[in-house]
C-alpha cells in the first residue's frame, strides 16, 4: 500500500530546506494484507521530533526508489535499520490507537442471520483467520445490536493475551481466549 507524501508537509519543509531522512528495510508487517513485506519512508526531523512525510509497504525495493523519484526528496540522508523501525513503531502505534477507539455498529439484522442468531446476548473474539499474523475482534452482542468494540492486529500469542486483558479491563468483563474464525 502506497501513502501518497502529503503535499502540505513537504512545501513547508522545503522552504525551510529541512534534511529528509529515508529507509528501506524487508520484514516489516503490512497490516493490510498481513504479510511481512518491505517497508520504506520518509520523514523530517524538527526540535527532536520525527515529520511523517510519506511511506510505502512493497515486495520489490525498485517500486521504493521509483515513489522518491518525483524530485521532492533530493536532499535526503539513508539511515539505519534501527532509525527506520522507530517509524514504523510510530505508524503501527497510532494504527493501533484508531483500532482501539474505532467501533462500529454492524446492520441491525446481523443478530437474526445465522450464525449470530444461535449466540445469546455477550462478548465474543473474532480472529480473521487462525494464525498469526491475523486480526482479532472484539464483538458485543445484545438481544437488538451487535458492535464490533475493539481491533488489533496480532502478531504472536502475546499480543492477543495482552488485548483480551485490556478488553477485559476497559468493560469489567471477563472474555476467555476462545475464537470464532469461520463467521462473518
Known amino acids: 500500500m502506497q501513502i501518497q507524501p502529503n503535499g502540505e508537509l513537504i512545501q513547508k519543509h522545503l522552504m525551510n530546506?529541512?534534511?529528509?531522512?529515508?529507509?528501506?528495510?524487508?520484514?516489516?508487517?503490512?497490516?493490510?494484507?498481513?504479510?511481512?513485506?518491505g517497508?520504506?519512508?520518509?520523514?523530517?526531523?524538527?526540535?527532536n521530533v520525527n515529520y511523517i512525510i510519506g511511506y510505502l509497504f512493497t515486495d520489490n525495493p525498485q517500486d521504493f526508489r521509483e515513489y522518491l523519484k518525483d524530485g521532492h526528496f533530493l536532499?535526503?540522508?539513508?539511515?539505519?535499520?534501527?532509525?527506520?523501525?522507530?517509524?514504523?513503531?510510530t505508524i503501527r502505534l497510532e494504527q493501533e490507537k484508531k483500532n482501539w477507539n474505532t467501533r462500529k455498529r454492524l446492520p441491525?439484522?446481523?443478530v437474526f442471520r445465522h450464525p449470530w442468531r444461535s449466540f445469546p446476548p455477550g462478548w465474543?473474539?473474532?480472529?480473521?483467520?487462525?494464525?498469526y499474523p491475523f486480526i482479532a475482534s472484539v464483538l458485543h452482542r445484545t438481544l437488538c445490536t451487535f458492535t464490533i468494540e475493539h481491533c488489533r492486529v496480532c502478531e504472536n500469542n502475546e499480543d492477543i493475551i495482552k488485548f483480551i486483558n485490556q478488553t477485559n479491563?476497559?468493560?469489567?468483563?471477563?472474555?476467555?481466549?476462545?475464537f470464532y474464525d469461520t463467521f462473518i
Open 17 to 37: 530546506d529541512d534534511q529528509f531522512y529515508l529507509g528501506y528495510s524487508d520484514g516489516f508487517l503490512d497490516i493490510n494484507t498481513l504479510s511481512y513485506r
Open 39 to 47: 517497508f520504506g519512508a520518509v520523514w523530517t526531523r524538527k526540535n
Open 75 to 89: 536532499n535526503t540522508n539513508e539511515v539505519d535499520c534501527k532509525s527506520l523501525s522507530l517509524i514504523y513503531d
Open 108 to 110: 441491525i439484522l446481523t
Open 124 to 131: 465474543y473474539i473474532y480472529r480473521s483467520r487462525e494464525h
Open 169 to 178: 479491563q476497559e468493560h469489567s468483563i471477563d472474555i476467555k481466549m476462545n
